[in-house]
Each structure stands twice: as structure tokens, then as C-alpha cells.
């Protein structure tokens, strides 16, 4: 397990393997209006985490055994890692968290400690 502090700009994180294509999402202009700030394609997940400008998000990277808070996690799914990793990154490319995967497929869950701007962001892999 590993812990980090980033101030994150554009309030985003992306979960992907790092050296996999991923073409990130583009947030919905609605997004202030969204139950949980989370978009999910196959290959990458893109969490929404503190504004920079109000301090930094702790993000908490490791196996859901290790990192599973108690509660349910806002995210549940399937991500693609074909170079078995996984990563979390800034939109604009700075590695915060990574760490090796043994599948070319790793179920992925995401526990947030608020809907919408979190300080707190946990991935845990499998």
C-alpha cells in the first residue's frame, strides 16, 4: 500500500495503466450535478478529488485487502492493464501512485470520503 498527497489540477485523477493508449474522458458539463464525480471506460477511470487551489487530495494506492476503508466503495469495475500496471496520474501525465498488477485485467474499486470534491481517494486493485 502506498499513501501520497497531491494537490491534483482540474480536480481529477486518472486510473490507468500507464503505458497502455487510454484516451481520457472528458467530464460532462453537468458534472456539478453528478451523484459521484467518477467517469469509467475500460481502460481508464477518471475520479474527481479536491480542487488544487484548496489543498492537497491523500490518495491511497494498493490491494483492496490492504486499503478497504469498511464501507462501499463509489466505484466497482474492470479495468484493462495490459503492461500490468496501474497507475494514478494527473490529467496532464504526473504519476502521484503506481504499482504492479499480475492480470492483464485487475478489478478496480474506488472509496472517496465525499461525493464530490474527496481529499481522501482510495484504489484498491485485484
Request: net charge negative; proline share 10%.
Given at each position: 500500500m502506498r499513501t501520497a498527497k497531491y494537490a491534483a489540477p482540474n480536480c481529477q485523477i486518472v486510473?490507468?495503466?500507464p503505458d497502455a493508449k487510454v484516451e481520457v474522458p472528458q467530464w460532462p458539463v453537468n458534472s456539478v450535478n453528478m451523484p459521484v464525480r467518477l467517469i469509467w471506460t475500460d481502460t481508464c477511470i477518471l475520479v474527481g478529488c479536491l480542487m488544487d487551489a484548496d489543498g492537497e487530495t491523500?490518495?491511497?494506492?494498493?490491494?483492496?485487502?490492504?486499503?478497504?476503508?469498511?464501507?462501499?466503495?463509489?466505484?466497482?469495475g474492470k479495468l484493462k492493464t495490459p503492461t500490468r500496471k496501474v497507475s494514478l496520474e494527473t490529467v496532464h501525465g504526473h504519476t502521484v501512485l503506481q504499482t504492479p498488477v499480475p492480470r492483464l485485467e485487475t478489478?478496480?474499486?474506488?472509496?472517496t470520503n465525499h461525493y464530490s470534491e474527496p481529499d481522501k481517494v482510495i484504489v484498491?486493485?485485484?
Open positions: 486510473v490507468s495503466d491523500e490518495f491511497t494506492l494498493g490491494e483492496i485487502h490492504e486499503v478497504d476503508p469498511g464501507h462501499p466503495p463509489v466505484f466497482q478489478t478496480i474499486r474506488v472509496w484498491g486493485v485485484e
